[in-house]
């Protein structure tokens, strides 16, 4: 399968504890989205990148969030001092190099704090 | 400011018969719509556009959208509902003016669970 591809698929933790999810996009993709979807809502922007760089952070993106994509291939979501609140489905996404809008979307990753 | 509204929360109907997801949409200028489905424990799948051009937009798995821009709608129509199709359906915006963004960076309904009994 040579989809998008997030690790763990779902985190249980505890208040204060430190998570972090990771994404495969798709090989040729350049552009890599995080999405933050919570029960009976539809998926939130949190941040883009383009290769390497990060290029637009939400406001829903608090400094306990960090994101990264080092060599502008897989990209890493860091959550610091996880709160309950922050209990969601985590959505990665990419997109080819000359985008139309279309996202590809990996399966998600479940993060439950309690 | 922009926002989605899919005003029905589920959608039942019976196999063979057409099918209806509504959507509608508050952006300013000319929007970039689409609609994803989200099979259980499957991620979300694109299944149409409109960009510019023919109001009547025709994507994957037989289903079609239709923009109208007085009524700010792009609903999701199927002709002949298949039981297969019973999913969770997201309408979603991008707001043209919506500079230094891109295009990834949509606007999501709440969604609409469909379903399709035979």
């Known amino acids: 399968d040579t989809g998008v591809s997030q690790n763990p698929r779902h985190k249980i933790t505890k208040r204060g504890q430190n998570v972090t999810f990771r994404c495969d996009p798709i090989s040729e993709h350049n552009r890599l989205y995080w999405y933050r979807q919570t029960l009976g809502q539809g998926p939130e922007f949190l941040t883009y990148f383009q290769n390497e760089a990060q290029l637009e952070k939400s406001r829903l993106l608090s400094d306990r969030f960090s994101a990264e994509r080092p060599k502008g291939s897989f990209s890493t979501l860091e959550i610091q001092r996880t709160e309950q609140g922050d209990s969601a489905m985590y959505l990665c996404?990419?997109?080819?190099?000359?985008?139309?809008?279309?996202?590809?979307f990996g399966e998600g990753s479940r993060l439950t704090v309690l | 400011a922009q926002s989605v509204a899919q005003p029905e929360d589920q959608v039942n109907v019976a196999e063979g018969n057409p099918l209806t997801v509504k959507c509608t949409y508050s952006?300013?200028?000319?929007?970039?719509l689409f609609w994803y489905v989200q099979y259980p424990n499957r991620g979300l799948q694109f299944l149409l556009k409109y960009i510019t051009g023919d109001n009547l937009v025709k994507g994957s798995y037989g289903f079609e959208a239709e923009f109208n821009k007085s009524q700010t709608s792009f609903h999701l129509k199927k002709p002949s509902a298949l039981v297969s199709d019973s999913a969770l359906y997201f309408c979603a915006v991008r707001d043209p003016a919506d500079r230094g963004s891109t295009l990834g960076r949509l606007y999501f309904g709440r969604g609409t669970q469909l379903t399709v009994w035979p």
């Open positions: 996404a990419s997109s080819a190099r000359l985008n139309t809008g279309e996202l590809f």
């Open positions: 952006v300013s200028g000319n929007p970039y």
